[in-house]
């Protein structure tokens, strides 16, 4: 299904002009328009689902077999030193475009970029309470 307002429905369907370096028929692989380093890459199903929890599972699958391909060749066409796999899911998690897309990060020496959160601390017991959370929520 697609959706008319979705800008990334209609870069994956063709109809705005991208940065294409791969494209079968369920996704299309274009380059960041602000890229975080060189070779940015967006992995887009051209089927929309809005984030991780509403995309088709047989989709899902499929997806990061193109990322794992894509990424190598990134990474052989560029020489990047690393590699970050990123995927936003909600305006607080910094989702701005509400079509999921896997981002493809390659990293750099000197790149100047800080993909990285701020460790917290956790105690032995609030962990298994939220595991047991998590664990209940998987069964129902
Ligand atoms: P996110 O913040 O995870 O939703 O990522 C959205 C990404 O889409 C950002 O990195 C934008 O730079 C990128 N973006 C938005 N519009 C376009 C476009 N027309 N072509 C390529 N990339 C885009
Ligand atoms: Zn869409």
Redesign the pocket.
């Known amino acids: 299904m697609r959706d008319d307002n979705c800008?990334?429905c209609k870069?994956a369907g063709g109809d705005?002009p991208?940065?294409t370096v791969y494209e079968d028929e369920q996704f299309r692989v274009?380059?960041?328009?602000?890229?975080?380093a060189k070779g940015?890459a967006?992995v887009v199903p051209k089927e929309h689902f809005a984030n991780l929890f509403e995309i088709d599972d047989e989709v899902l699958r499929d997806l990061i077999v193109v990322a794992k391909k894509v990424a190598i060749a990134i990474r052989d066409a560029l020489g990047c030193e690393g590699m970050n796999i990123?995927?936003?899911n909600g305006p607080l998690?910094?989702?701005?475009?509400?079509h999921f897309?896997l981002?493809i990060i390659p990293r750099y020496a000197d790149d100047g970029q800080n993909i990285n959160w701020v460790p917290g601390t956790s105690d032995p017991e609030t962990q298994v309470k939220i595991a047991e959370a998590i664990k209940g929520a998987l069964k129902a």
């Open positions: 800008i990334f870069i705005i991208s940065t274009f380059l960041d328009l602000s890229p975080a940015h967006l990123v995927q936003n998690a910094g989702q701005t475009v509400f897309h981002h």
